[in-house]
């Protein structure tokens, strides 16, 4: 069954007895695709100048303040014509084979802390921190993630390697708009940890209000070759009750966060 016939499947199950405005699986498919498109430019954008911003009606948001429900009552829509990021690299194809050099690299540098236990995380098609292929090309890139625990809590960390890419054109049919958070001051200020020379930025995306510690943090980098790296922890699991927050908090230090971006010497 390809892509179209999917879709064609799940509209017929989901649809059935409505009489409504109906849309073909094509339709469904170019608009999904690009929206993907979209997102994915967004976070290289926001990597590299540190803006937020939306596509389409969703908003799509590093959060930096203690409630993803301010910042979007704070933020400014405001239309734009072309995201244009610097650096923007071919894609290629993404292959069993790369997946598993990734998996390689993360296990011989040495930046997954001694006495955390790892289980595969919900979802996932790989066992704990091993990369997997999430599109058909480098654009999309690999995903690692594991649930970590320890005797203070638990918490679900996920690296994501990927290569640069461009936005696309804003136009009449794939309108863009950019979401910049007002007035609402973030947890605290970006940082930077050197590793191997190479700064990488730091964010506390997220802080539970009951305990005061950080829940979500989140590790990036741009490097020169146009390959990105992010690794982001949070303290609740996918598959547990919503944000049933650990109470020890990410776990994790920024420090050790930064390491697992800028040591294994991830390349897209």
Known sequence: MNDVDEVRGMLASVLEGDAGPRHSPE????????ASAQRRAVVASALSVGVVLATGAGVLMSVQAPSTVESAASATLTTTTRQALPGAVPPV???VEHAAELTAKLSTAGV????YRLSRAAGSPAGPLQFYGIGEDSSDGYK???VVEDGKGWATLTISVRSVSEAPECG???PCTSAIPVSTPPIAPPTTRPVEGVDIR???????RGSGEVAMMTASKLFPDGTVVEAVVQSWVDDGPPLDFSPGGVLLTEQQLADMVGKPGFTY
Not at 27 to 34: D, G, I, P, T
Not at 112 to 115: Q, V
Not at 202 to 208: E, G, R, S, T
């Open 202 to 208: 730091v964010v506390a995306n997220l802080v539970d």
């Open 27 to 34: 339709e469904v498919l170019k608009s999904a695709r690009r």
């Open 144 to 146: 690692a993630t594991a």
């Open 93 to 95: 194809p993404v292959t």
């Open 172 to 174: 009449p049919e794939n």
């Open 112 to 115: 997954i802390p001694a006495g």
